[in-house]
């Protein structure tokens, strides 16, 4: 029993497992099951109708595969002439609206304002109808919206689809906040949370919690909409649906900002950014880089942001959004400001007012024109400092539980002090003093107002549990019963069931035990492997060694004191960087190219700069911070120089170039030597070096187990006429950092 019990408890923790952990197998399982019966229907309609089942599971998982596959469907309804798109239209709008695509939205939503649905299924009417209610909403026509949601959550009501109730509900959530009214946007985003109750679907929950987050947020009760937001994305997480997941991340961070926790900031950023890379999101992939530089910028680290909004930018220019485009433009702004460089910031701010006014964002003006006004009053210019300034308090959407506006009075009640108008300067003070004791008792009345809602949110949690134990009890006597009348069943069949249990645990326990051997010795292999890499790369050439105390003891000889200082230092750095770096897996590239650089330099030094050497990298993959196995490139640089004769050779030079391509990382090392055939028959260590080719040979191969890559190693003659000249290509899998440390 003592050597059975470990397969037993191996086998049920197995079991528990799986039991605990059904979503991501549910979800893949799902998947496959939506491509297999997309693939056998024959029949254009029913493919068409699998096709969008299987693209609104994308829709949650990887927005650049669902908006591949709508392409898809809509080149099928185009060739096969289906004439019936209703079903085609409301899942172009489901797309468009998470792409944020307005002009494509409208189009596959809005013909139907004038169409008759009475004839269309009402599972379809109620989705139309809610996504013109959503479209209207967006272009602040928040009467017309309001009516056809009300009419899509009609017809939810009578279908019983407790999903739809709760989007109509987070919607008229949404119209209420855009007209700042409070209670009734509670009450709305309250009854969105109860139809998530009666659905029990997780993601009905994160939107009815997303949505209660906003009304917080815009009514400046940051504390509850936090509490908000982590309900959020507890329960999208548990749906897997990214979008959500972004957005609360974003949201987050934005108010550790608040507080000045720039740490967490950067943290949930990152985090934003992740999720919106797994989604395939480049919108909000964008948001969370330009975030994360606005952090680096508060934080002074303007090289670190300027680099991040860049990136950022680079992202948003293939999609065009020009909202997002313009708060790039603002953040290079602002980090001009920063750095004193005016002209710069005015140029950066009139590009984001040019985006922000052709993506016809006008609340997004208010602090274009509040810096405007701060530039120019940097430069001493008065009076367009005064006019861009009182352009923000007009442009200001004005919040009377969150006005920020006043903070700008003191600016301009200082620039009438400098013009000498202290009658002005003095009524804009006045008004300041005025705002901020108005804002202070609205903080105060937000503080009674979060009490009396924690309290009422603690009572209504009291009756809730009180109910669902009364249910819970009810359940359990039926269930009592139940299990009574099954037992007399049961009973009947429990030999046999014990038995086909007994033979299935040992069947599994047998696949186990073979299992788990087989991993052990994969892994005593790899091991084995590991162990002689790092032998392999804590080795220096003994002969170069050798070489170098000989070079170092001539110039000693000669008195050379610069020469020999140079090599020393160079030398000393190399041995350094190789003894820190050889133990680990993996090593930064930019490290990776400074061992090559010193290696390199170190060897041009004790052959009298009889050859040269060109490493060419592009930045892009420094700022992507590439992972790449230590000293993979050594060996064959060491050939080249050793192997290659090139100090013998005029013009000898070696060229090592980095660079991306098809998701790969690929290395070439090119030198001009004498070739592989003739130091073929002039070597005599060869047994060194196809031991570094085989292990090379294995470290790429255990890369490609790990990531399910396809890497590999490539020896050729650059001329292969003459057989002169030695071609190395390495191809590695394409790993960040983040991807490393994941």
């Known amino acids: 029993m003592k050597n059975i019990s470990p397969i037993l408890s191996y086998f049920l923790l197995s079991i528990i497992f799986l039991v605990n952990s059904p979503s991501v197998f549910a979800q893949k399982f799902a998947e496959k099951e939506l491509i297999r019966g997309v693939r056998e229907t024959k029949d254009p309609n029913l493919k068409i109708l699998r096709m969008i089942r299987l693209g609104e599971y994308y829709a949650d998982n990887n927005l650049s595969k669902a908006e591949n596959l709508r392409k898809r469907i809509n080149n099928i309804a185009k060739q096969e002439n289906i004439k019936d798109r209703v079903e085609i239209d409301i899942f172009n709008a489901k797309i468009f609206k998470l792409e944020r695509n307005e002009a494509s939205f409208e189009a596959s939503t809005m013909k139907y304002v004038d169409y008759d649905i009475s004839s269309l299924s009402s599972i379809n009417q109620a989705e139309i109808l809610q996504n013109i209610g959503y479209f ?8 017309s919206g309001e009516i056809y949601l009300k009419r899509s959550l009609l017809i939810s009501k009578k279908i019983k689809d407790y999903s739809s109730i709760c989007r109509n509900y987070c919607y008229l959530t949404s119209c209420e906040i855009k007209r700042s009214n409070k209670e009734k946007a509670l009450e709305y985003s309250d009854k969105s949370l109860d139809a998530a109750n009666i659905s029990r679907k997780k993601i009905d929950f994160a939107f009815a919690y997303l949505y209660q987050s ?174 861009y300034l009182k352009q923000s308090i007009d442009t200001s959407n004005v919040n009377p539980l969150n006005d920020k506006a006043y903070e700008i009075y003191p600016m301009i009640a200082d620039i009438y002090k400098e013009q000498g108008k202290m009658k002005d300067a003095w009524i804009y003070l006045e008004d300041f003093v005025r705002l901020s004791q108005k804002n202070k008792n609205n903080q105060s009345a937000r503080r009674i107002a979060e009490l009396n809602e924690l309290y009422r949110s603690k009572q209504r949690d009291e009756l809730i549990a009180q109910q669902n134990n009364i249910l819970e009890k009810q359940k359990r006597e039926r269930e009592l019963t139940k299990t009574k009348l099954e037992n007399i069943s049961l009973r009947n069949n429990l030999l046999t069931y014990i038995i086909l249990t007994f033979i299935i645990i040992i069947v599994l326990a047998t696949i186990i035990f073979i299992y788990r051997n087989r991993q052990i010795t994969i892994q005593q292999k790899r091991k084995e492997i590991e162990m002689a890499q790092i032998l392999l790369r804590t080795q220096m050439n003994p002969h170069f060694i050798f070489n170098a105390m000989s070079v170092i003891q001539s110039y000693i000889f000669e008195n050379d004191v610069k020469n020999s200082s140079r090599f020393l230092v160079n030398f000393s750095r190399l041995i350094r960087l190789i003894l820190e770096n050889s133990p680990k897996t993996f090593i930064n590239l930019e490290t990776e190219i400074e061992i090559l650089q010193k290696y390199l330099e170190t060897q041009k030094l004790r052959f009298e700069d009889r050859f040269d050497f060109e490493i060419i990298c592009p930045e892009e993959l420094l700022y992507d911070t590439v992972q790449i196995p230590p000293m993979i490139t050594q060996p064959f640089v060491e050939n080249s120089i050793e192997h290659g004769q090139l100090h013998t050779l005029p013009n000898g030079k070696i060229k090592i170039e980095f660079q991306r391509l098809d998701g790969m990382l690929n290395i070439s090392i090119e030198d001009n030597g004498i070739g592989r055939s003739k130091a073929e028959k002039l070597k005599t260590g060869s047994e060194h070096k196809s031991m570094a080719l085989q292990i090379t040979r294995d470290r790429i191969n255990m890369i490609n187990d790990k990531y399910k890559s396809a890497g590999y190693l490539l020896i050729s003659d650059m001329d292969e006429e003459k057989h002169s000249g030695t071609k190395v290509l390495i191809s590695l899998p394409y790993i960040t950092e983040q991807i490393n440390t994941n």
Do not use: W
Not at 136 to 143: G, I
């Open 136 to 143: 209207l909403l967006v272009k602040n026509q928040c009467d």
């Open 214 to 387: 906003f009304v917080y947020n815009q009514f400046g009760q940051p504390d509850i909409a936090l509490s908000k937001e982590l309900l959020a994305s507890y329960y999208a997480k548990g749906a897997r649906n990214y979008p959500i997941m972004t957005i609360v991340s974003l949201q987050i961070g934005d108010k550790q900002i608040d507080i000045q926790n720039y740490k967490e900031a950067i943290y949930y950023y990152n985090l934003a950014y992740k999720y919106a890379t797994d989604f395939e999101d480049f919108r909000l992939q964008g948001s969370a880089l330009s975030s994360q530089a606005n952090v680096k910028r508060i934080q002074g680290k303007f090289d670190e942001a300027q680099k991040l909004n860049d990136k950022a930018t680079i992202i948003l220019k293939k999609i065009s959004n020009k909202y997002l485009l313009g708060k790039a433009e603002f953040i290079n702004a602002q980090i001009c400001i920063d750095k004193g460089l005016y002209d710069e910031a005015l140029f950066h701010l009139n590009r984001a007012s040019s985006l922000y006014k052709f993506g016809k964002i006008p609340n997004s003006l208010k602090e274009i024109y509040q810096y405007k006004g701060v530039v120019y009053k940097k430069q001493n210019k008065l009076n367009e400092a005064l006019y």
